[in-house]
């Protein structure tokens, strides 16, 4: 039996979210699903423009591990490009270092800092209605 | 102090979706209850624009920064400031937007 798989260590939440091609005709059925993980391979590579081994610490794997993460993250992205395939962001196999809260009024994500002055408040709308913002809604 | 990342220095500007490539912060007092605009002087930067712009902020005494996204780099910074971070959802795209604003 193979080793079940680490999971990734995220520094920071994302919202799930999908990308759909606008085709002339109908609608996109076909769909790709990218995982937090891969998301964020391509995140600290490509747009924080980090190095494999910097990028590597963050998501607590060794450095060949996140070359096949993101290698796969871009094989995904082409395939959504050249066949005209929905991208969503959803799932993984991931966990946030920290505690990060989710408004239920406007969907705002939000830390705490010094957690001994939490007021259970969102710091945009003020609503009282927060919960703990967990990798399921990843 | 709250700091907003934002387009322009209206009342109505756009709420930026990266922290150091904004072009102007929103600043609240909470104190003085007097809402401001500052320049983002790290914008033109090539690199660590993100980080100028962090340390800038907490020189100012911002306790809370609003933005659309933050980097690795600025949230190593405000972790270790103890400067909390407010991801807003992409129904939220401009100022009047917020609630706490229009309440001011």
């Known amino acids: ?138 | 102090m709250i700091a907003i990342t934002v387009s322009e220095n209206k009342k109505n500007a756009k709420i930026e979706s990266c922290f150091g490539k904004s072009e102007y912060f929103f600043i609240i007092d909470i104190h003085t209850k007097e809402p401001y605009f500052i320049k983002n002087s790290a914008k033109g930067l090539l690199k660590n624009s993100g980080k100028e712009a962090a340390s800038f902020l907490i020189k100012k005494g911002v306790k809370t920064v609003i933005s659309a996204n933050f980097g690795v780099p600025v949230k190593e910074i405000f972790d270790k400031h103890k400067v909390q971070m407010v991801i807003i959802s992409s129904k939220i795209k401009n100022l009047n937007d917020i609630k706490r604003i229009k309440n001011k």
Not at chain 1, 24 to 51: H, R
């Open chain 1, 1 to 138: 039996m193979s080793r079940p798989v680490k999971p990734r260590k995220l520094l920071l939440p994302h919202k799930a979210i999908s990308f759909v091609p606008k085709k002339e005709e109908g609608v996109c059925e076909e769909s790709i699903t990218l995982l937090s993980e891969e998301y964020e391979a391509i995140k600290l590579l490509d747009y924080e423009n980090m190095t494999h081994l910097q990028a590597a610490k963050i998501l607590n794997v060794s450095r060949p591990t996140l070359t096949r993460i993101y290698q796969r993250a871009r094989n995904k992205i082409a395939e959504s490009l050249v066949e005209i395939k929905t991208l969503k962001l959803e799932g993984g196999n991931s966990y946030m270092i920290e505690n990060w809260y989710n408004c239920n009024v406007c969907d705002t994500i939000f830390n705490i800092p010094d957690s001994g002055v939490f007021n259970k408040c969102c710091p945009l709308c003020l609503s009282k209605s927060v919960n703990l913002f967990s990798n399921n809604s990843i």
